[in-house]
T-cell receptor, first 112, second 115 residues
Framework: EDQVTQSPEALRLQEGESSSLNCSYTVSGLRGLFWYRQDPGKGPEFLFT???AGEEKEKERLKATLTKKESFLHITAPKPEDSATYLC?????????????FGKGTKLSVKP | DAGVTQSPTHLIKTRGQQVTLRCSPK?????VSWYQQALGQGPQFIFQ???????QRGNFPDRFSGHQFPNYSSELNVNALLLGDSALYLCASTNFRDSPIYGYTFGSGTRLTVV
């Protein structure tokens, strides 16, 4: 069964304290791995798409990497405005589970 | 450029009632997917519409049904509401051929509370 697991569930950082979020996945046919940011009461906001092992994408303080079984979202020198829930999702080749399969997310809190 | 628009933003219904949620996709998008997000969980795929047909369906009962109109907008209908249907309902749109590249654009959702 296709599955996405994110860890940790919650992460508290001090402003400037770098860290990484993990997304491990099991999928029969990977078409893409997506990272989204979700603020409370809002819909997910697209951050990155990764397609193949070894690929990296960067945006401001965020950097996403992909291996054959997991992806990492590295946050460098975070600021309080980076506080949000970060969701990882995989797009498979179809089947009964549908298209985007999400993990439960990592809730990030950055204190000043 | 307007993104994905959902209405209403909040809704309170009584158990057993029926509800209709609406979604207008982002300009240029032709595919609409619906997701259910319970509190503290990731979104779960309900179904996807393309060319006015249901193309894929997740593990949801037949009480959940939908429709896509010629202008690509979509509706999600839920019959015989249960307390467990309380959730944030998200609409996501994409261009059918581009989804692996650009992902999906999500609306802000409709918060449904069943009492």
């Amino acid at each position: 069964e296709d599955q996405v697991t994110q860890s940790p569930e919650a992460l508290r950082l001090q402003e400037g304290e770098s860290s990484s979020l993990n997304c491990s996945y099991t999928v029969s046919g990977l078409r893409g791995l997506f990272w989204y940011r979700q603020d409370p009461g809002k819909g997910p906001e697209f951050l990155f798409t990764l397609y193949s092992a070894g690929e990296e994408k960067e945006k401001e303080r965020l950097k996403a990497t992909l291996t054959k079984k997991e992806s990492f979202l590295h946050i460098t020198a975070p600021k309080p405005e980076d506080s949000a829930t970060y969701l990882c999702a995989v797009l498979n080749y179809g089947g009964s589970q549908g298209n985007l399969i999400f993990g439960k997310g990592t809730k990030l809190s950055v204190k000043p | 450029d307007a993104g994905v628009t959902q209405s209403p933003t909040h809704l309170i219904k009584t158990r057993g009632q029926q509800v209709t949620l609406r979604c207008s996709p982002k300009s240029g998008h032709d595919t609409v997917s619906w997701y259910q997000q319970a509190l503290g969980q990731g979104p779960q795929f309900i179904f996807q519409y393309y060319e006015e047909e249901e193309r894929q369906r997740g593990n949801f009962p037949d009480r959940f049904s939908g429709h896509q109109f010629p202008n690509y907008s979509s509706e999600l209908n839920v019959n015989a509401l249960l307390l467990g249907d309380s959730a944030l309902y998200l609409c996501a749109s994409t261009n059918f051929r581009d989804s692996p590249i650009y992902g999906y654009t999500f609306g802000s959702g409709t918060r449904l509370t069943v009492v």
